[in-house]
């Protein structure tokens, strides 16, 4: 079996359907985050360059749509196996040491992005409960921004538990043995 063939997950059924789906919407809504965010900032350039009008939105808009960027698209990253890996080591284990590495890496990060997911949940409610707005002129209220990483790492979280599966199915059906 290829590398490349191991990091595509197994087909779980409707579960692995619905993390599909759920990774190329947050692909999408990726994509349109940054190209708001660019049409953003153009229009807050040519406005004060050509018209000498000043903006008090585009900034923090901006900033708001690429916190969604991060945080959202990382679970299409995630489902693409897109994100940063460090394999120096992996490399050179035996196949069978390789699966369970993966598996105790997939383990440990799903549970730092639950532990991450719960504290931003409660991070959001604060902020929705309270009231609270940003300080520039704009005021917008925080808790938009602060959803996006609970919902990101939430997601992740699934994201997660979905490879879990797949690699815990592979390496038995595989019967890799020590």
């Known amino acids: 079996m290829k ?8 087909h779980l059924g409707l579960f692995g359907k619905l993390l599909t789906l759920i990774a190329a919407i947050s692909g999408c809504g990726t994509f349109l985050a940054i190209l708001c965010a660019m049409i953003a900032i153009s229009y807050e350039v040519m406005a ?9 939105w585009e900034i923090e808009a901006a900033i708001f749509l690429l916190i969604f960027a991060t945080f959202i698209g990382s679970v299409h990253a995630l489902k693409d196996d897109a ?9 050179i284990l035996k196949p069978h040491i390789r699966e369970r590495l993966n598996i105790g890496i997939s383990l440990a990060s799903m549970f730092f992005c639950v532990f991450v997911s719960v504290k931003g949940w409660e991070m959001w409610w604060e902020a929705f409960s309270l009231g609270w707005r940003s300080d520039s002129i704009w005021a917008p209220p925080l808790w938009v921004p602060y959803i996006f ?3 990101g790492f939430t997601l992740m979280s699934i994201q997660y538990l979905g490879m879990l599966i ?6 038995r059906s595989s019967g890799s043995k020590p």
Not at 48 to 56: H, Q
Not at 83 to 91: I, T
Not at 166 to 171: A, G, K, L, W
């Open 3 to 10: 590398d490349s063939d191991q990091k595509r997950p197994l």
């Open 149 to 151: 990483l609970p919902v």
């Open 83 to 91: 994100h940063v890996s460090m394999d120096m080591v992996a490399v």
């Open 48 to 56: 004060r360059y050509f018209f000498s009008w000043p903006t008090v």
């Open 166 to 171: 797949s690699q815990i199915v592979s390496t």
